[in-house]
């Protein structure tokens, strides 16, 4: 299977992609490289260099590379920034999955894995449950709570098949600006 890796320069991203290509798949990374880093890209996979906020590159990476599936890691990720920078976060986050999914459903793409947060749950002590109230307590994880509703629709109306991870800091603490 082909696989389009949004934000596939990141930490997470870059991990995935390699994952995937040592799994058999063919893997082309999608990446900005605003925050993400050339050198994380495994040398197997195709790059394109573009952001998912541009219709148009977003366009012809599809129409190039042919993706069978999409797994999209490509946002902003610093939940103290998002309270002082909302309108970055949802024009990046929001905006970006919109015009991916909407590429992805011109091209016929039919399956996605999204990179989400468990940050979009109520704050608990008690152990998280699939079923447990969302309440995001930043901009950030309410970004990613928009993105998946987005999601479920695109699956009622298009039949997109996802999968949705959600978890915390993958690789540790992380300071607002590093």
């Known amino acids: 299977m082909k696989i389009l890796v949004t934000g596939g320069a990141g930490y997470i991203g870059s991990a995935t992609a390699a994952y995937l290509l040592e ?3 063919e893997v082309v990374v999608y990446d900005s490289l605003e925050n993400g880093h050339r050198a994380a890209i495994p040398a197997q996979a195709a790059f394109v260099q573009g952001d998912v906020r541009d219709r148009a590159a977003l366009a012809a990476a599809f129409e190039h ?25 949802f024009d990046n986050n929001v905006g970006g999955a919109m015009t991916l999914l909407e590429a992805m459903a011109e091209q016929g793409v039919r399956r996605l894995v999204f990179s989400s947060t468990a940050g979009v749950y ?20 309410e970004t990613k709570l928009m993105i998946e509703r987005m999601i479920r ?3 009622e109306i298009h039949g997109l098949r996802y999968c ?15």
């Open 23 to 25: 799994a058999g798949h």
């Open 65 to 89: 590379h042919h993706p069978d599936a999409v797994a999209h890691f490509a946002a902003y990720i610093e939940a103290g920034i998002s309270m002082k920078r909302p309108g970055l976060y």
């Open 122 to 141: 109520a704050s608990s002590d008690a152990p998280l449950v699939e079923g447990h109230p969302y309440a995001p307590a930043n901009v950030y994880a």
């Open 153 to 155: 629709w695109y699956h």
């Open 164 to 178: 949705v991870l959600r978890y915390f800091n993958a690789c540790g603490a992380m300071l607002d600006g590093a």
